[in-house]
């Protein structure tokens, strides 16, 4: 795919995209990657790609925000930047998150963020950026945790998937992963992120 500069972004590692036996198994990590094969649908939830997909300024008015939800104030230190982001989480308890093509910034896999961009709201940045970075449609559920990280800090909201299709990553992603909590950790290298998989234990009850 081409990269913000328009030039094919090269993948110097690439990932294998996993067997169709690792969809439907909760015990199971499935991996994709852009053009791989994908189950129909997953949970009652089809997997195809989001045709109506939003466009500049029309991001700002994207469906799937939940203008219900009452927010806290992003607490912003130093010089770091408003950030936002999304946890998706299926009905086997499985969770989605994304490889950064060739590792960038050293982050092996992740939960799909990025910088909030002027005239967005956090909601619909962190719906854009599931959308570039994963090929997923999601719905923000609730406000989960704001995480300080390197250069941002970052809103988390709970989502869940509403259409789109992993196969349609952008050329960010080299390949998105559906991981089993209680394997969740092994994937994940940032204490950033270590962070948000405490949360998710706490709130499904486990030890952290």
């Known amino acids: 795919q081409l990269n913000e500069k328009g030039k094919p972004a090269m993948i110097h ?4 995209a ?11 990590t499935a991996v994709f990657t852009p053009g791989s094969s994908v189950p129909k649908e997953l949970h009652g939830v089809k997997l195809q790609p989001w045709l109506d997909v939003p466009e500049g300024d029309d991001w700002d008015f ?30 086997d308890g499985r969770v989605w998150i994304i490889s950064p ?11 799909p963020k990025g910088g909030a961009e002027d005239g967005l709201s956090y909601q619909a940045n962190a719906i854009k950026e599931a959308y570039e970075e ?8 609730a406000h989960a945790l704001d995480v300080e ?12 998937r509403v259409g789109g299709s992993p196969a349609d990553m952008g050329w960010e992603s080299q390949a998105v992963r559906l991981v089993p ?10 204490p950033e992120d270590q962070q948000i998989l405490s949360f998710l234990r706490t709130r499904a009850g486990h030890s952290a």
């Open 149 to 160: 990280r390197t250069t941002t800090v970052a809103r988390y909201y709970l989502a869940h």
């Open 62 to 91: 994207v469906d799937d925000q939940n203008d219900d939800l009452d927010e806290p104030p992003l607490v912003l230190t130093g010089n770091k930047k408003p950030a936002s982001g999304v946890i998706v989480q299926e009905p």
């Open 101 to 111: 093509t060739n590792q960038y910034a050293g982050v092996i896999n992740t939960f």
């Open 181 to 190: 909590l209680a394997q969740l950790g092994e994937h994940l290298n940032r």
């Open 13 to 16: 590692y690439p990932s294998s």
């Open 134 to 141: 994963s090929g997923l449609q999601v719905e923000v559920d």
């Open 18 to 28: 996993s067997d169709a036996s690792t969809w439907d198994d909760p015990a199971a």
